[in-house]
């Protein structure tokens, strides 16, 4: 089943900007399962030595995710506006304003080279694709596409425009959402609910991702007709997550909630409910456009997780915690595999 990405446990683990490196996509793959390096917010010399590092730790299969957004300029009405909604904030801690925050920058020319060079065997993308010679130049060069899809629309969209697979990402999933074609959150559907849209709709693979944390959860989505899974949340509290300690406890607190939000970076995100969400609205349409937004929080998130507070942190999670522990990656993995096998005897 797993074969058609060379891996033998049909476990793709999600790409996580901001709390893993190459450590945690290795400990994924030397566990047989597919193993992600986010690059969104990676320079070129990053991503190359980032999947230096992979490799040599471990000759399995790699994936890389990458942005396929339309990075139109800031106004600065937009950026004032933005400013002015955080000024209380930045008084608080006795902070000036600043936008030096990393942003997340689409797949362009230059990654597309830097790509090119690396030869990774999977690529996967989020917001749609990148424009169709981009897309025809990894598939001439035998790594295998992917690209999220929230809808039924979206999925035939991608299969028609040349993807190898879609992750059919459920409205469970923690992080950004992979919408691309609307904006409107009413579109939004659970994962098993998107699956059975696309049962015999869609002729390639379907990777499930969202809500999915124990290996009851797998074998139910594979029912459903998905080929793989996807998992990001259950992998927060791993030895290898460089997950922070203020997240960690909102991870762990049974007080936690999650809602979609787009205050930390202007496009809606799955996140541990904190202050900014309750202060601002979970969708606030003042917020500065993706993915600028982002960067006028970083001097405030770092103020507030300096006295332990996550009040301005993004703390993407998934609905579904329940596989979230303090072990190896590896071993979580391999734990998982080794209870769907279970199931079946």
């Known amino acids: 089943m797993a074969s058609t990405l060379n891996i033998t446990i049909p476990i793709i ?22 193993g992600s390096l986010p690059c969104g917010m990676l320079s070129a010399d990053q991503v190359v030595a980032e999947v230096a590092a992979f490799r040599q730790a471990t000759s399995a299969p790699l994936n890389l995710n990458f942005f396929c957004h339309t990075m139109a300029p800031l106004s600065k009405v937009a950026a004032l506006r933005w400013q002015q909604m955080l000024a209380g904030y930045y008084d608080e801690f006795s902070l000036q304003p600043s936008e030096a925050g990393a942003l997340r920058m689409p797949y362009d020319d230059a990654m597309a080279e830097v790509v090119a060079e690396l030869k990774p065997d999977v690529v996967s993308f989020h917001f749609g694709l990148p424009d169709a010679g981009k897309v025809d130049a990894l598939k001439s060069a035998g790594v295998t596409v992917l690209s999220t899809a929230t809808t039924l629309e979206e999925a035939l969209w991608l299969q028609d425009h040349g993807v190898d697979m879609i992750i059919a990402q459920g409205v469970e999933a923690g992080g950004h959402r992979g919408m691309f074609l609307s904006q409107d959150l009413a579109s939004q559907q659970s994962t098993r609910t998107l699956l059975q849209e696309l049962q015999g709709r869609v002729s390639v693979p379907v990777i499930a991702a969202g809500g999915i944390s124990s290996a009851a959860d797998i074998e139910q989505m594979l029912q459903l007709g998905a080929s793989y899974v996807q998992l990001g949340t259950a992998y927060l509290l791993c030895d290898e997550a460089k997950t922070s300690e203020v997240y960690r406890q909102a991870l762990i607190a049974e007080t936690s909630v999650t809602a979609l939000t787009n205050v930390f970076s202007g496009r809606p ?62 071993q979580l993995t391999l734990d998982l595999w080794r209870d769907m096998q279970a199931l079946k005897d």
């Open 13 to 34: 683990q999600a790409p996580m900007a901001g709390v893993q490196d190459w450590r945690l996509a290795a400990a994924v793959a030397s566990a047989g399962a597919l």
């Open 269 to 330: 995100a799955r996140g541990i409910c904190n202050r900014l969400m309750r202060d601002l609205g979970n969708i606030n349409n003042d917020v500065a456009p993706f993915p600028y937004a982002s960067a006028a929080l970083a001097p405030l998130k770092a103020a507030a997780e300096a006295r332990g507070r996550g009040d301005f942190s993004s703390m993407w999670a998934g609905e579904n915690r329940a596989a979230c522990r303090t072990v190896g990656v590896q």
